[in-house]
């Protein structure tokens, strides 16, 4: 199991650099591609040894999570800290709510068709954590102070609505994708495992 600690903890770190470099136009960053491997951590582990287990793995994905918003929140960027604290609010929330979303929906399909735990409860957890995340960290309804981040940007008007909305729906995009793309390590991993325990 430590090799999954320590994935997922390579993941949020790999996740917390990536976001600070733009791609697409500024639609994506390159975290928006790394960090949905964090639900294909939680579901191997969770197949491998049990949903207790890949609960643990979550928590220690969501403190090295805090970690690294602590430290990016010190970070000067060109525009004032790299990581605002509605970013890190929404991040840490985000993270922890979808995993736990996650491991709870892999848990009652565990017993279905191999590849129908890991894809449902990737999407599902994708949209638990992009809505949770884009809201709190860019939503302009929200009344957070202005010294933890100016949104004002990212409100404005798209062909879909704000650009926070866009963003958000480019960034699940990306986190559909890979969730198809995963089931292929997971069916890999899950059962050369599974061989060696045997």
């Known amino acids: 199991m430590i090799f999954a600690i320590l994935a997922m903890g390579g993941i949020v770190v790999a996740s917390n650099i990536g976001v600070q470099f733009q791609i697409a ?3 994506l960053t390159w975290g928006a591609f790394s960090y949905p491997l964090a639900f294909l ?3 191997v582990t969770n197949r491998l040894y049990g949903p207790d287990r890949a609960k643990k793995v979550v928590f220690w994905g969501f403190a090295v999570g805090l970690l690294c918003s602590a430290i990016g929140t010190q970070i000067q960027g060109a525009f004032g800290p790299l990581v605002t604290l509605r970013i ?3 991040s840490a929330t985000a993270f922890l709510i979808a995993q736990l979303i996650d491991l709870g929906v892999f848990s009652a399909l565990r017993d279905r068709r191999w590849f129908v ?3 449902t409860s990737s999407i599902v957890g994708s949209v638990a954590d992009t809505a949770i995340f884009f809201t709190i960290a860019f ?3 929200f009344a957070f102070p202005k010294a933890w981040g100016d949104v004002s940007w990212a409100q404005d008007t798209t062909a879909v609505g704000p650009l926070w909305v866009g963003l958000a729906l480019a960034d699940w995009g990306v986190k559909l994708g890979v ?4 089931l292929m390590p997971f069916r890999f991993i899950t ?3 599974a ?3 045997a």
Do not use: N
């Open 25 to 27: 136009g500024g639609w």
């Open 41 to 43: 951590v939680t579901d």
């Open 88 to 90: 890190a609010l929404g």
């Open 117 to 119: 735990a890991p894809l």
């Open 139 to 141: 939503a302009g309804f």
């Open 179 to 182: 969730a198809l793309l995963a």
């Open 191 to 193: 059962v050369r495992m």
């Open 195 to 197: 061989q060696r325990v």
